[in-house]
């Protein structure tokens, strides 16, 4: 299987950046998405970045241009760069991954990582 931690959450002024990282273990496959959601409190859990073992990305129009995805192939390890934080990036951020075999898409989530900006 497998497993995903997450760190770099934390309590942060408006204005400022956080880094948060999320490395991966276990059974990955060369071919892989990893990415980044968020869950506010009340609220559904909602893409924030997506990023492909090729460096394609995607990313929520609300973070786009605040935000970077990035990632570390040989390291499995997958990264998000948050500028010019607003108290509503207020959230637990969850790290996925996704990877195929075959026809089957299988979904591996972190524990999650609460970042919290205050204005």
């Known amino acids: 299987q497998v497993q995903l931690v997450e760190a770099g959450g934390g309590l942060v002024q408006a204005g400022g950046s956080l880094r948060l990282s999320c490395a991966a273990s276990?059974?990955?496959?060369?071919?892989?998405?990893m990415g980044w959601y968020r869950q506010a409190p009340g609220k559904q859990r909602e893409l924030v970045a997506t990023i492909s073992t090729g460096g394609r990305t995607n990313y929520a129009d609300s973070v786009k241009g605040r935000f970077t995805a990035s990632r570390d192939n040989a390291k499995n390890t997958v990264y998000l760069q948050m500028n010019s934080l607003k108290p509503e990036d207020t959230a637990v951020y969850f790290c996925?991954?996704?990877?195929?075999?075959?026809?089957?898409?299988?979904?591996?989530w972190g524990q999650g990582t609460q970042v919290t900006v205050s204005s």
């Open positions: 996925r991954l996704t990877q195929w075999l075959l026809k089957d898409e299988n979904n591996y």
């Open positions: 276990g059974i990955i496959f060369s071919i892989n998405t």
